[in-house]
C-alpha cells in the first residue's frame, strides 16, 4: 500500500488567484504558507490516486509532497523542511513513491494546438510523446495548470503517473533529465499543487473554463 502525503496549509493558500485587468486574466502575488498540518492517505491504484486528487480540487488550503514524515515528528503545525537549520529540526525525508508527478511548463505549444480547450487531449499526446518511452503508451491522470490558457504559448500539465513499483527520487530524475519537465517535483518537500486556481472579481466566470480537469488518458 502507497500513501499520498497531504499538507493542509494552516493559514493562506495554496493555490494561484487571478483576477480581471482590462480583457486579461492576471495573477495575485501571494506568498507560500509555512505551517501546514500533515496527514498520510493510502491509495493503491491509480483509481484510489485520481479519487484522491479529485477531493483535492476543491481545497485550495491543500497540496501533496514526495516526502515521508519522519518518525516521532509531530503531524500538526510543521514547516515543510527536509534539512535542519536554525537549531530546528527537518520533518520530511526521501520516500520511493509508486506514484508521480509530471509537469510539463515550458513546452511550445503547436499554433494548431492553440486553442486548448477544443484540443486537451490532442495536447496531453503532444506532452506525452515528450516523455521517455516508460512514460508512453500507459494511462495517466492530467491537469492542466492554473496558468494554462492565461499564459499563452506553452504547454502547463501535470501528468499523475502510478509506476509498476515504487521510485526514489534520484531515480525519476534519471529518466526524466532530458525532457521538458521541471525535476523540482523530485525534491520530497516541493508542493504539487492539486487545487482549482480562484478566479476573483469580474473573473469568477473565466472559472468553469480554465479550472483544472483531471481525465484518463491512454498515450499512443
Known sequence: MQSLPILAAKTGLCTKQFVQQDEALVGLDQSMPYLFDHKAIEVDSPLTLSEQLKQLESHPNCLVIRGQLISGRPSQSIRRTLKASAGEESNFEHCSRQWCLIDIDDLPLPKHLSD???NKTEIVGFAVSH???????????????????IKQGKV???????RSRPRADEEMKGWLQESPVDLALFNPVQPHFTANPIFLDGAIGQQVC???LYSTFKSG
Open 116 to 118: 486548448y480547450q477544443n
Open 131 to 149: 516523455l521517455p518511452e516508460q512514460f508512453q503508451n500507459v494511462q495517466c491522470w492530467y491537469q492542466f495548470s492554473s496558468s494554462m490558457g
Open 156 to 162: 502547463r500539465l501535470h501528468l499523475w503517473y502510478w
Open 210 to 212: 480554465l479550472a483544472p
